[in-house]
């Protein structure tokens, strides 16, 4: 399973009700963060998340309310004598800010930082980690924006122990190999191959956060298939001009992303303050119509996600 | 009168109960902002302080605690559509720190920001202003650091109304001329001056604010005779090695401070996440055992101060 904690939901300027943009992934036994607006360390604490834990932080762009918030949580993790080494990942220059505010501010880092920037004109990266890939897309914002998912390395299929059974596979070890992809040989001689016994491989999970961003095929590639994607719905439905010029979504336009990557649930988030709760609603329900799966993000909201039966 | 509304009032790291260092100040109509941590925009929202009657902020040093906040408060007041003029004290570099943020996360200010650097070699800097002064200091931190206080111009001595019947001045204008202090000639040929019916000029409100600091005499200085000293008081009782080697002061050094500047009320501020909710009673007991009249700020206490009878 893995588990999202909402820290800011907002968009440009925080509300008493909304912070900005931010949002934890547990996953794999590690703690991400995707942007670090004005006020992430502060959630963070509020949702009562571990900075010792933490591992990978993930900027979009460099808009102040995904970014602003990055100095001072570096700056907490020393002071909370973190000593893990944080992955910090982002659009090119992303080193330059973080040197510039350890220079002004006079702040040495103990803990090891390791800054990986997205070159400009790079359509896309991945990394292999442990267990899960780590994808980027540029999408598309006014300014150059990154999209990020998390997969999950396919899980083996399921154990069939039935077919095991009439296999006559003892109990113990062996099975446990075969799990694993592993041929065994029994006793009486005959050897048993892991696809006897073993059902065909399952997928693992897939987090998508598409933020800031138009509608953009980009999204769909990054989101295919999800457990949960986040998308930007900054605008709602009738608002399509002012949401390309800025560079936006309206809830609509992201569901219709969700539909076309067949995700599992979709997250409206980066949501502004120019409307009222009653106009939130109208966002979550003119999406839900696309795409019935619809949730809105809210601060401090916590949605865990387990795997398919 | 003037009002202090403490935004931020822990030291280094926000804790759940503290944000970072931030007080604003409405002092002769005008909205003060004395450093500006990481949330100070959020908790200026939920003081319900208004954005569009900010008019200065004084930044103390750049440590991010006492910084951070800045750029995301810049760029919110452009967002609210203010178009007043800012003026940004502080410590010379500030205008690189200012003009590094609008590069990098590519906001432009419509309204015009003045920002006022007090150059790294002074001893101290004062600006009059209409109705009142504004002082600054060098105190005593681990990097420059600048202390602030806000003086009010002397206000006219109390109109005496017996002695302006005993002499005959009618009810009327000649009697606000003479509390302007305007000589008035009478109908009967008499000149009234303003010294036969007005006292002594009286003391205007006086706001200072000394943070971070160890105990020096420029805190003194800065907080002479003032209605509210807002002090630096990161360590209790004990601790005063360790305030001296990180440049700040012990609650009891605070007290001593206030006792020598006279003030009517000093703010015990900068409040370690250290300190359990009973420890911080030890720091205020420990102050108040020097000097009675002491409080600890909370965030969002709001303060009144009235002019004196």
Chains 1, 2 share one sequence.
Not at 7 to 17: D, K, N, S
Not at 114 to 143: F, N, T
Not at 237 to 256: R, Y
Request: net charge negative; glycine share 10%; aromatic share 10%.
């Amino acid at each position: 399973m893995f588990e999202v904690v909402f820290l800011g939901t907002g968009a440009a300027v925080p509300t008493r009700f909304r912070n900005l943009s931010s949002t934890a992934l547990i996953f794999n036994g590690e703690l991400f963060l995707f942007d670090c607006g004005e006020g992430a360390q502060i959630q963070f604490r509020k949702a009562r998340l571990r900075p010792g834990r933490l591992s990978r932080i993930f900027i979009s762009h460099f808009h102040g309310d995904h970014l602003f918030g990055l100095p001072g949580l570096l700056t907490s993790l020393q002071m909370a004598e973190c000593t893990q080494p944080i992955h910090l990942y982002g659009p090119e220059g992303l080193a330059e800010y973080v040197d510039f505010h350890k220079k002004f501010a006079r702040f040495g880092l103990r803990y090891p930082l390791h800054v990986v920037e997205v070159p400009d004109g790079s359509d896309g990266m991945s990394w292999q980690e442990s267990g899960y890939q780590i994808l980027c897309k540029p999408i598309a914002h006014r300014i150059r924006c990154l999209g990020w998912a998390i997969v999950e390395n396919a899980r083996p299929g399921k154990f069939d122990v039935e077919a095991a059974d009439r296999l006559g596979v003892p109990n113990g070890p062996d099975r446990g190999r075969l799990q694993k992809g592993e041929a065994v040989e029994l006793s009486d001689g005959r050897t048993i191959l892991p696809e006897q016994v073993v059902g065909a491989s399952r997928r693992g999970h897939h987090f998508a956060y598409c933020m800031d961003t138009s509608p953009t095929p980009n999204a769909i590639a990054l989101a295919k298939g999800a457990d949960l994607l986040i998308h930007d719905s900054t605008f709602k439905e009738g608002e399509e001009q002012s949401a390309l010029q800025s560079g936006h979504s309206t809830a609509t336009q992201a569901a219709h992303i969700a539909r076309e990557a067949d995700v599992h649930l979709l997250a409206l988030n980066h949501i502004s303050g120019r409307y009222m709760p009653f106009e939130e609603k109208e966002l979550l329900d003119s999406a839900k119509a696309v795409f019935p799966r619809t949730v809105i993000a809210s601060d401090l909201k916590r949605m865990t996600f387990e795997y398919e039966a």
